[in-house]
């Protein structure tokens, strides 16, 4: 009876055509190599790159990211969304059945009479089986539709993820920087309140005048200042980064120092053409114009009755 059925469809199929044109890539004229570029197209660039930077904490932070982001959080339930509508769309290949009944009065079924119950028992069901027959491709090209859409809201939450990581590794590499430049201001601060107590001395002394300690003071002041700046350029790049990690604003534990951090070595650039095919947003726009062909023919193959 399957295999019945299933000869049944693939005859209604090959019977069928669909409404609209076809998504043909267009050809791009791009090099076959990048000028004084040597390498071969597969490089550590199709890596997580963040494993090259030997730092435990910044794995620890991007792991995090990957879990509790809320961009990230609401691009993957994109893609359940648009999962659950391909779901939907290929159904509509399938017959639907509709199933009705009536069971009134409960008491006897088929001659058969329950203790206690002397009311025959009656049972009236009914049911349609409904299917559309596709001849005009309109349910072919709503799925591939439905299947592009769901491609592209899958690259939109790649290209979160790649976004994401390189937010956190730039605002945890920012706030490397930001401790170096603020343990040098810091000791610059020192010397200079140094220079200041010293400056006082000479003045007491009479041996400088009072515009060469003031000099000093002004000096100790910028340092001061420039400390304190710094101080608050941090904390606002803690408080990014905490926003990355879905945290409320908190200090950002470190590991390795700026001066610590191993070099990664030289990315190969690849082949031109395969960087574009791995660009998640260039993939995207991609799959939004397939779906946008593929809607073609269903509002063309709507002008058409369906027959069931």
């Known amino acids: 009876m399957r295999s019945a059925v299933g000869m049944i469809l693939s005859a209604m199929m090959g019977l069928s055509c669909a409404m609209g044109p076809d998504y043909i890539r267009p050809d791009i004229d791009t090099a076959d190599r990048f000028r004084m570029s040597d390498t071969e197209g597969e490089s550590i660039a199709n890596l997580p790159w963040w494993e090259l930077l030997h730092d435990e904490e910044l794995h620890r932070l991007i792991e995090r990211a990957l879990i509790e982001n809320n961009n990230l959080k609401e691009a993957a339930a994109s893609v359940e969304e648009f999962q659950a509508r391909l779901y939907a769309a290929r159904t509509d290949f399938i017959p639907q059945a509709d199933m009705t009944g009536n069971a009134p009065v409960l008491g006897r079924l088929n001659g058969f009479t329950a203790p206690g119950l002397a009311t025959p028992f009656s049972y009236f069901g009914q049911g349609n089986l409904n299917w559309e027959l596709d001849i005009w491709g309109r349910i072919r090209r709503s799925t591939e539709a439905a299947r592009a859409d769901l491609m592209a809201r899958e690259e ?26 603020l343990d040098i201001a810091r000791r610059t601060l020192v010397s200079w309140e140094e220079s200041v107590t010293i400056a006082r001395a000479r003045l007491r002394q009479g041996v400088s005048s009072k515009l060469d300690a003031d000099q000093f003071e002004a000096e100790r002041a910028n340092a001061a200042a420039r400390v304190s700046e710094l101080e608050r350029q941090m904390v606002q790049k803690e408080n990014e980064l905490s926003v990355l990690l879905g945290n409320n604003p908190v200090p950002i534990p470190r590991g390795r120092s700026l001066t610590e951090q191993v070099l990664t070595p030289e990315v190969p650039a690849g082949l031109p053409s395969e960087l574009l095919q791995r660009r998640p947003d260039i993939l995207q726009a991609e799959q939004a114009l397939v779906a946008a062909t593929a809607r073609i023919g269903v509002t063309q193959a709507a002008r058409f009755p369906r027959l069931s």
């Open 156 to 181: 939109n939450r790649r290209a979160v993820v790649l976004e994401l990581v390189s937010g956190v590794a730039q605002s945890y590499f920012d706030l490397l920087q930001f401790d170096m430049q």
